[in-house]
């Protein structure tokens, strides 16, 4: 079965840096396209960053643009969130997601990731 398991959340004081993993299972995931979203309390989850399944084009919310980079290995079946100049307003719990048609799609369990000094 189709399984994400992300990792790498955590506590960082604003300007410090998280590098979030997702590690992908029961699909091919080489010919996959992949995103990270994000949800803060209160607020709706969110589109961070979408990959294509070569990693050949990203793109990004505007809020995250120029901090956050998004990138694959697609050998270890894994994709990454490099989070750089990280803000109290990027706290939130991150999610890996991947969609294969309408109606079948796949969430992570989440990352919690708290920017706070």
Not at 43 to 63: C, F, N
Not at 73 to 92: C, F, G, I, V
């Amino acid at each position: 079965q189709v399984q994400l398991v992300e990792s790498g959340g955590g506590l960082v004081q604003p300007g410090g840096s998280l590098r979030l993993s997702c590690v992908a299972s029961g699909f091919t995931f080489r010919r996959c396209a992949m995103s990270w979203y994000r949800q803060a309390p209160g607020k709706e989850r969110e589109l961070v960053a979408v990959i294509t399944s070569s990693g050949g084009s990203t793109s990004y919310v505007d809020s995250v643009k120029g901090r956050f980079t998004i990138s694959r290995d697609n050998a270890k079946n894994t994709m990454y969130l490099q989070m750089n100049s990280l803000k109290p307003e990027d706290t939130a719990v991150y999610y890996c997601y991947v969609k294969f048609a309408a109606r079948d799609d796949y969430w992570g369990q989440g990352t919690q990731v708290t920017v706070s000094s």
